[in-house]
């Protein structure tokens, strides 16, 4: 089946409207006292960020022709759990951030409680959204999705890495240990994004190794970038404060490779992924195109 071509920016485009519009009618105001805790989650969930997780969704079941919306709600239950992270890690007690995405954290916007419960219930809609047969008529298909989620988002997965970022302020890490700090706080979730395509389009696991090590490269590279710009980026552009890890004296692959071996070391990962895909045609284009973006992005 032929796949018309789509550009990133166009797919970009695409899939954040996509998003947004899902989220705008899953966390509608009610007219009740949950008023307030709805519009936290608004708050952090609409508008703004790169919806990188839901685009890689897409641009894997577009391997396989996946309908739109089966891919469409995979990908906002992903972002959903991401963004819960993100609410939760900009606590005083984690992170401690004033500012998210160009506007003020849920904390600071709402205050500590409001934001803790609307991280809660995004996390809580994520699974309540691939559970629902509306996201794909084969139940096996459902679970496979709540189980790979659940396990990217939990102790072997995004929160497992962050309570070793958070140890990182009072240890000294080794390049090894920040890389698997990394391939679980920000990788895992990168991983589930891709799996999650090919989980959609019916692949089987044994199927999966090159996707598998495609998601793995970027996810490292991906960080890589984030350490180069939060040392080199603007404020206004990425959205949120820099210099964060040097000043709580964390190491970072930038810390210890160094800036020129750091961005060899990500060029290098971006190539490999790129050459994980090299069993799929044209129809894989736009998981090379990200993999590309990886390094150029500003934010």
Same mark, same amino acid.
């Given at each position: 089946?032929?796949? +018309?071509? @789509?550009?990133?920016?166009?797919?970009?485009?695409?899939?954040?409207?996509?998003?947004?519009? &899902?989220?705008?009618?899953?966390?509608a105001i009610p007219d009740d006292a949950r008023a307030p805790? /709805?519009?936290?989650?608004?708050? +952090?969930?609409?508008?703004?960020?790169?919806?990188?997780?839901?685009? @890689?969704v897409a641009a894997t079941g577009r391997l396989f022709?996946?309908?739109?919306?089966? =891919?469409? &709600?995979?990908?906002?239950?992903?972002e959903c759990v991401h963004v819960y992270s993100l609410i939760h890690d900009d606590l005083p007690a984690m992170d401690n951030d004033d500012m998210r995405r160009g506007k003020p954290t849920v904390h600071k916007a709402f205050d500590e409680a409001t934001a803790i419960l609307a991280g809660d219930c995004l996390h809580a809609l994520a699974f309540?959204?691939?559970?629902?047969?509306? #996201?794909?008529?084969?139940?096996? =298909?459902?679970s496979e999705l709540v189980l790979d989620l659940a396990r990217a988002a939990g102790p072997a997965g995004m929160a497992g890495g962050q309570a070793m970022d958070l140890e990182a302020e009072k240890s000294t890490f080794d390049l090894p240990t920040v890389t698997r700090l990394q391939a679980?706080?920000?990788?895992?979730?990168?991983?589930?994004?891709?799996?999650?395509?090919?989980?959609?389009?019916? @692949?089987?696991?044994?199927?999966?190794?090159g996707l598998r090590g495609y998601a793995r490269d970027l996810g490292l590279a991906f960080q890589i970038a984030d350490d180069i710009l939060d040392v080199?980026?603007?404020?206004?552009?990425?959205?949120?404060?820099?210099?964060?890890? +040097?000043?709580?004296?964390?190491? #970072?692959?930038?810390?210890?490779?160094?800036l020129p071996r750091a961005r060899e070391q990500a060029r290098m990962l971006v190539d490999q992924a790129i050459d994980? @895909?090299?069993? /799929?045609?044209?129809?894989?284009?736009?998981? &090379?195109?990200? +993999?590309?973006f990886t390094l150029e992005r500003d934010r």
């Amino acid at each position: 089946m032929s796949i +018309a071509p @789509l550009s990133l920016a166009d797919a970009l485009v695409d899939v954040g409207t996509d998003i947004d519009t &899902r989220l705008d009618s899953l966390i509608a105001i009610p007219d009740d006292a949950r008023a307030p805790l /709805y519009r936290a989650m608004r708050h +952090a969930a609409i508008g703004g960020g790169k919806r990188l997780r839901p685009l @890689l969704v897409a641009a894997t079941g577009r391997l396989f022709a996946v309908d739109r919306d089966c =891919v469409g &709600r995979a990908g906002m239950a992903i972002e959903c759990v991401h963004v819960y992270s993100l609410i939760h890690d900009d606590l005083p007690a984690m992170d401690n951030d004033d500012m998210r995405r160009g506007k003020p954290t849920v904390h600071k916007a709402f205050d500590e409680a409001t934001a803790i419960l609307a991280g809660d219930c995004l996390h809580a809609l994520a699974f309540e959204i691939l559970a629902d047969p509306a #996201t794909h008529a084969d139940p096996f =298909v459902r679970s496979e999705l709540v189980l790979d989620l659940a396990r990217a988002a939990g102790p072997a997965g995004m929160a497992g890495g962050q309570a070793m970022d958070l140890e990182a302020e009072k240890s000294t890490f080794d390049l090894p240990t920040v890389t698997r700090l990394q391939a679980m706080k920000t990788g895992a979730l990168i991983a589930c994004s891709v799996e999650a395509g090919a989980i959609l389009g019916k @692949l089987p696991p044994e199927g999966r190794t090159g996707l598998r090590g495609y998601a793995r490269d970027l996810g490292l590279a991906f960080q890589i970038a984030d350490d180069i710009l939060d040392v080199e980026g603007d404020e206004a552009a990425v959205g949120k404060k820099l210099h964060k890890d +040097a000043g709580a004296g964390k190491e #970072t692959f930038l810390s210890l490779l160094g800036l020129p071996r750091a961005r060899e070391q990500a060029r290098m990962l971006v190539d490999q992924a790129i050459d994980h @895909l090299k069993h /799929y045609g044209p129809e894989a284009d736009l998981l &090379r195109e990200i +993999a590309r973006f990886t390094l150029e992005r500003d934010r």
